[in-house]
């Protein structure tokens, strides 16, 4: 699976070269993602000034669900960027992060393993809307070291 990752992520910088994006340098927002249980997450998102196309994202993301299970987690992602058509952009990338969860029962850290592959759509007004798949492999006993699929939609403010 990883290389084929890595394939078409080499392809794909390859295929774009120079692509036609037309980002600020931040974006800051909020990604809501669609999991096992409903999760909201303060989103930041920075391009790097040395490697063209790349940007650094960073999640703050929390447990929206009602039951007595509280959960916290921060991840970071590398991602390259490249123009679909017009302005559609695709992202992919991967990256990391640490998490905790917590009831009455038990208080559990995890590790967390993540890739992301996405499409967003900007215009002339200063917002970023975007639909993204993130597979996160969590280190946690408690949940028996699983893979969860976090589909997310973001709306972020570029400045």
Known sequence: ??????????FTLSFSGY????NQKNAFG???GFNDGFEGELNYQRYLNKLRNFRL?????FNLETNN???LKF???LQYVGNLVGDYNFYLGGGAGFGNFSSDMFNENEFILA???????????????SLDLRPEYRNNPQFKNDIFYNIGLAIRFQF
């Open 1 to 10: 699976m990883k290389y084929i990752l890595l394939t078409i992520f080499v």
């Open 19 to 22: 692509s036609q994006i037309d």
């Open 30 to 32: 909020l990604r809501f």
């Open 57 to 61: 994202e960073s999640g703050l993301g």
């Open 69 to 71: 299970l509280d959960y």
């Open 75 to 77: 991840i970071n992602t």
């Open 115 to 129: 890739g992301i592959v996405g499409i967003e759509w900007t215009s002339g007004i200063p917002l970023i809307f």
